[in-house]
């Protein structure tokens, strides 16, 4: 077998599918791909988190639920959920500008291309 025949061998053809291909090929994969990143929906998901317990909050402070235990109950429940929003948020955005995550993300690739 001569040396170029032997150095193409593995490498894939045109016209076959590449692995990745198959794996990133449609639908929500698709989509999550083009996201290039988790952190975005965190950051989505905590700015929600915490939109929404403090519309409870101020729904509950104008006095729109009547009975005192339940806009209580309510009042406590979304300052714990806009809190926990707030430190999801903060997590996220903290762990982006990681100064390790460069080391971390060529390292990540590494492995997946051996494997």
């Known amino acids: ?3 170029s ?3 193409n ?3 894939t053809s045109s016209r076959n599918r590449n692995i990745k291909d198959s794996i990133y090929g449609r639908g929500l994969s698709k989509l999550m791909n083009r996201i290039h990143s988790v952190s975005s929906i965190y950051i989505l998901a ?3 988190q915490i939109l ?6 101020a729904v509950t402070i104008l006095g729109y639920v009547q009975p005192l235990w339940l806009s209580t109950l309510l009042t406590g429940m979304s300052s714990i959920s ?3 929003g707030f430190f999801l948020v903060y997590h996220t955005v903290s ?3 990681d100064p390790n995550l460069l080391l971390r993300n060529a390292m990540k ?3 997946e291309s051996k494997n």
Do not use: F, P, Q
């Open 52 to 57: 929404l317990g403090l519309t409870v909050i």
């Open 46 to 48: 905590g700015t929600l």
């Open 95 to 97: 762990k982006m500008h």
């Open 5 to 7: 025949k032997r150095n």
């Open 1 to 3: 077998m001569s040396n």
């Open 109 to 111: 690739r590494v492995m």
């Open 9 to 11: 061998d593995w490498k």
């Open 82 to 84: 806009a809190m926990a």
